[in-house]
């Protein structure tokens, strides 16, 4: 309202906002606006039979889902592991065997590019050692043994710090990386009763031969049913004892050169090869071996050993380029193999009549 004209607006009754509200009750209401029989809490017994039915039907759903799961879990245990007693069921052992197989084929090529030209493509030995002899397989290259060669070096073998051999892994300042001496040193250690795939080193494809249009193999060096005989001479730590080692007891002789006496028979070797490889000699009567070592700088002798394998007459052993004359003892008639100790592919047969 506005204020009338001469009326004192202090003669009006003071008025305070905001005004206070009177006081007002609760309108009483219920407290469910929908029917009593909606908010009834008894199933009837359709609805009940319904809820059992549901809930055995999740149980037996459950209970299917839990024997796929496990059924699956066992098969795949069963395909992964193999079903015990029936070998070549393994996927897991499967695996792991194609996965050596391609470490021995890649190995291979890693040999043959760094380490044939002194030991030999087939590890028959030149420069350096014998890496596929039985013995030495059996017993001495073993994987251990193999990396700390590797990683030290010709000196780790014979404690020579001028030795050939040089470090070969990377760590050490070789050229080497890990993956290349694992496959190295898998294919040093394969059996010769696998066969294998001749690889590529560059792309990796098999080799095919232009000859027969066949895919070229391999096999490896050891024999897996090789056991030294109770008897057997142990492998010297340092390969160039071997060169040193005595004739085996009762044997007639171990001898390099002496003086001419009976028949005397011309060998050669070049190439880790005697050249020939059969000898005549007269029974009975001693007789010479004019040996000549064409190798340059390879060490090579000549041993004889008779039908059963021992030794009847070792040589000694020298290195290319050099001439030496054995004197041999009389031997009884009968067929010889002559051997170098050093190369064991190197063999011959003397037929003494």
């Not at 009754?13 to 609760?26: M, N, V, W, Y």
């Not at 999740?58 to 395909?79: D, E, K, N």
């Not at 073998?157 to 050490?172: E, I, Q």
């Amino acid at each position: 309202m506005t204020d009338q004209p001469g009326q004192d607006r202090r003669s009006r009754p003071e008025q305070r906002l905001p005004i206070q509200r009177p006081p007002s009750e609760p309108v009483p209401a219920e407290r469910f606006t929908s029917p009593p029989a909606i908010r009834t809490f008894e199933l009837t017994p359709e609805r009940a039979a319904g809820i059992v039915r549901q809930s055995g039907s999740a149980r037996w759903f459950g209970f299917l889902a839990t024997l796929v799961v496990v059924i699956f879990v066992i098969i795949y245990y069963f395909y992964e592991l193999g079903v015990p007693g029936i070998p070549g069921t393994s996927r897991l052992t499967k695996e792991v065997e194609s996965q050596q197989v391609l470490l021995v084929e890649r190995g291979y090529n890693v040999y043959q590019a760094n380490c044939a030209r002194c030991h030999g493509v087939q590890g028959e030995g030149g420069i350096g050692p014998v890496l596929n002899d039985q013995m030495k397989l059996f017993v001495h290259l073993n994987e251990q043994y193999l990396r700390n060669v590797l990683y030290a070096g010709g000196r780790y073998v014979c404690g020579n710090d001028k030795s050939l051999m040089p470090v070969w892994d990377n760590r050490n300042g070789g050229p080497l990386n890990y993956q290349q001496i694992n496959e190295l040193i898998a294919y040093l250690r394969a059996s010769k009763g696998t066969e294998f795939t001749l690889r590529d080193p560059e792309l990796f494809e098999p080799e095919v031969d232009p000859g027969t249009g066949e895919i070229e193999t391999f096999r490896g060096w050891r024999d897996d049913a090789f056991r030294p005989a109770p008897n057997a001479t142990a492998v010297p730590a340092c390969w160039t004892d071997a060169f040193n080692t005595p004739a085996p007891s009762g044997s007639p002789a171990a001898s390099g050169s002496a003086a001419p006496v009976g028949t005397t028979v011309a060998l050669s070797a070049l190439n880790i090869l005697f050249e020939p490889t059969t000898l005549e000699a007269p029974a009975d009567a001693p007789f010479n071996i004019e040996f000549a070592n064409n190798d340059g700088g390879i060490p090579h002798n000549v041993a004889i050993r008779d039908g059963g394998g021992a030794d009847v007459f070792t040589g000694e052993t020298f290195n290319g380029v050099q001439t030496r004359t054995y004197s041999v003892p009389s031997l009884a008639a009968g067929a010889y193999t002559f051997i170098c100790t050093v190369h064991p592919n190197m063999t011959g047969t003397l037929t003494v009549q």
